[in-house]
């Protein structure tokens, strides 16, 4: 069983740019969760996905847009990148009804904006 | 607001002392209540969850104690290890699987 598998592992962009991570779900999993987590802090949910539709958001501007795939694998979007969106993102699997186990987290992306 | 207040920010432990964490929760809608454990450029990991129907939960060296009526819990490490160093964080959510609200997480040096 694999589990959470994010890419790129880290990445540099400059501000104003647009950036694209990518996550692979744990087998199994059919929902995906985004989060970012600033340094030092906790995670702030961004949000999930479910049968490739949207559901439900966090306190995130419409600039962080996110897509599922029928096989469950997720990419997260984020344009005109602000400094302040410096942070690790992580990707979270987890099953949409029944799991007793919550989420798998992946290792995360860590990006930069210069 | 949904918020969950984690205490303290940081701690340290001699090896085979017990370390406690404490989370405090608002939102009555909260149902499952988990503790993540995270090193260093890795992602969090599961350690222990808990549902209010219970007080207490253990596995292994890990306990966490419930208290609905306060809408309190914590997290005790018994036997506090070296290798238990590593942030911790508290979360809750409606159910296993929704949007999980952390913690402002506790940095564990656990000293040998």
């Known amino acids: 069983e694999t589990g959470v598998t994010q890419s790129p592992t880290h990445l540099i962009k400059t501000r104003g740019q647009q950036v694209t991570l990518r996550c692979s779900s744990q087998?199994?999993?059919?929902?995906v969760s985004w989060y970012q987590q600033a340094l030092g802090q906790g995670p702030q949910f961004i949000f999930q996905?479910?049968?490739?539709?949207?559901?439900g958001r966090g306190n995130f501007p419409p600039r962080f847009s996110g897509l599922q795939f029928p096989n469950y694998s997720s990419e997260l979007n984020v344009n005109a990148l602000e400094l302040d969106d410096s942070a690790l993102y992580l990707c979270?699997?987890?099953?949409?009804?029944?799991?007793?186990?919550?989420?798998?987290f992946g290792s995360g992306t860590r990006l930069t904006v210069v | 607001q949904q918020q969950v207040k984690q205490s303290p920010q940081s701690l340290i432990v001699q090896k085979g002392g017990i370390s406690i964490i404490n989370c405090a929760y608002e939102?009555?809608?909260?149902?499952?209540f988990p503790w993540y454990q995270q090193f260093p450029g890795k992602g969090p990991a599961l350690l222990i969850a808990?549902?209010?129907?219970?007080s207490e939960k253990k596995e292994g060296r890990f306990t966490i104690s419930f208290n609905k009526s306060a809408k309190q819990f914590s997290l005790h490490i018994m036997d506090s290890q070296p290798g238990d160093s590593a942030t911790y964080f508290c979360?809750?959510?409606?159910?296993?699987?929704?949007?999980?609200?952390f913690g402002g997480g506790t940095r564990l040096m656990v000293k040998p």
């Open positions: 979270a699997s987890s099953l949409r009804q029944g799991s007793r186990d919550g989420y798998t």
């Open positions: 979360a809750a959510s409606p159910w296993a699987g929704n949007m999980l609200t």
């Open positions: 087998s199994g999993h059919n929902t």
């Open positions: 808990i549902r209010p129907d219970v």
């Open positions: 939102n009555t809608a909260f149902d499952y």
């Open positions: 996905y479910y049968r490739e539709e949207e559901n």
